[in-house]
C-alpha cells in the first residue's frame, strides 16, 4: 500500500471489541492506521455518507441490525469499499455466509492479533483493487466487442484475428476471476495477470482503432 494512512470505520457497539481493535491496531509496527468507530448500524451509514474510508470492520450483531441484512445495508451503501466481517466464537457459518455476499473477509474476535489484522485489512483492501480493475477491464472487452462489430473498413481476415484476441483476452479475465474467488492463487501472480490483460486490450483498442 503507498497511502500514509489508512481510515478504517469500525461498526462495532462492544466497548470492549472497540478497545481490543484500536490496541491490536495500535500494535502495528509504524501504524498508518486511522480508526473511526460508529456503535450502530445507523450510525455507520452516515459516517459512509459523510466520508468514505478506506475499509469497514463490521459487527453482524449491532442494536439496531442483525445478520446478513447489516452487510447488505453495508455493502448496499458502498460497493466500492471492501468490508471485513468481525464475528464472535459461535458466529462462524454465519461469517462463512457473509463472504458469499459480498465481504471480503472474516475474523474471529479474541482470534486476531496484530499483524492478523494488518495483514486481513491490506489484503481486503488490494484484492477489492483487483476486483474493481477486473470490473474495468470486463468493460473495456465488452466496449471492443462493441467497436469491432461497427467497423466496416477492416478486412474480414483482421475482424477474424481481433476476434479471436479478444477471445484470448475473455478467456484470461475469466480464468483470473476464477483465482480471484478461489483465494488460493497468489496476490502477486493475480495483480500480473490483470496487468496483463489490461495491456492487451490496450493494444487490441489501438489496432480497432
Not at 23 to 40: D, Q
Not at 99 to 104: N, S, T
Not at 183 to 208: F, H, P, Y
Amino acid at each position: 500500500m503507498n497511502k500514509k494512512h489508512i481510515k478504517v470505520l469500525l461498526i462495532e457497539d462492544n466497548q470492549g471489541d472497540v478497545r481490543l481493535i484500536w490496541e491490536i491496531l495500535s500494535e502495528v509496527r509504524n501504524s498508518p492506521f486511522y480508526l473511526e468507530v460508529a456503535a450502530t448500524l445507523l450510525g455507520g451509514l452516515q459516517s459512509l455518507e459523510k466520508a468514505k474510508p478506506d475499509i469497514v470492520l463490521l459487527d453482524l450483531t449491532l442494536p439496531d441490525s442483525n445478520g446478513i441484512y447489516t452487510l447488505n445495508r453495508v455493502k448496499d451503501k458502498v460497493k466500492e469499499i471492501p468490508v471485513v466481517v468481525l464475528t464472535g466464537m459461535d458466529d462462524e457459518m454465519l461469517a462463512i455466509k457473509s463472504l458469499k455476499e459480498g465481504a471480503q473477509d472474516y475474523l474471529v474476535k479474541g482470534r486476531t492479533d496484530s499483524e492478523l489484522l494488518k495483514r486481513a485489512i491490506l489484503h481486503a483492501i488490494e484484492r477489492n483493487k483487483l476486483i474493481s480493475d477486473m470490473e474495468e477491464n470486463d468493460r473495456k472487452l465488452k466496449e471492443s466487442y462493441e467497436r469491432l462489430k461497427i467497423h466496416d473498413d477492416l478486412r474480414e481476415s483482421e475482424i477474424k484475428r481481433l476476434s479471436e484476441d479478444l477471445a484470448l483476452v475473455e478467456n484470461a479475465l475469466k480464468d483470473v476471476l476464477k483465482k480471484l474467488e478461489s483465494g488460493g492463487s497468489d496476490q502477486a501472480e493475480i495483480e500480473k495477470a490483470v496487468r496483463e490483460t489490461a495491456a492487451q486490450l490496450e493494444k487490441i483498442n489501438v489496432r480497432i482503432s
